[in-house]
């Protein structure tokens, strides 16, 4: 898969995304908003059982409880985490349905290093035009199709482009 101007390219399809509102950085840092320049390999998959079923085989459910630490100086920085956790972490099971299909990748993780950034997901978007923190994300329909065509391993190659964030959408 690769970003491109225009969406992502996974094989033969385009799907029209969004990135992170600090646009795309080669010096990725905590709290910037940018999506970082890499291959980012995909390492797992989470889905909400209670609204779906497994997507694929090799999903994994999130669980009421389940976190992802952002505190850089936390041991647990880049992982998932289960509550209660007191440092700073985002909440994985959402009222809203931003969350309700991930593809994990591998930015900066498993050896996560202090403010270089925490996860980099592939999700719902808001709605289009609208920028993340930092993930890429998709329209529901395709987010789905992404996650069949990406089992893990799959390489996500994310270049330098000129744009602003919402110019994926």
């Known amino acids: 898969m690769r970003l ?10 385009l799907y029209p995304c969004v990135i992170g509102r600090g646009g795309i950085s080669a010096t990725k840092r905590e709290g910037d908003g940018a999506t970082p320049v890499g291959r980012h390999r995909i390492v797992g998959c989470l889905y909400r059982p209670d609204r779906m079923p497994p997507p694929v085989p090799w ?14 100086d936390h041991p647990r920085y ?29 930015w900066n993780w498993p050896r996560a290093q202090a403010g270089r950034g925490s996860a980099i997901f592939l999700h719902r978007w808001r ?7 930092g993930c890429i994300a998709f329209r529901p329909d ?19 482009l ?3 964030a919402t110019a994926l959408a």
């Open 162 to 164: 000129a744009g602003r």
């Open 59 to 72: 999903a994994r459910p999130i669980r009421p409880g389940d976190l992802w630490c952002d505190a850089a």
């Open 4 to 13: 491109t101007p225009r969406g992502v390219q996974a094989g033969a399809r």
């Open 127 to 133: 709605r289009p035009g609208f920028p993340t923190e």
């Open 78 to 106: 880049n992982h998932l985490v289960r509550a209660p956790f007191a440092a700073s972490h985002e909440t994985l099971r959402r009222a809203d349905p931003l969350y309700d299909l991930v593809l994990l990748t591998d």
């Open 142 to 160: 395709h987010l789905h199709d992404v996650v069949r065509a990406a089992p893990p391993g799959t390489t996500l190659i994310v270049p330098l």
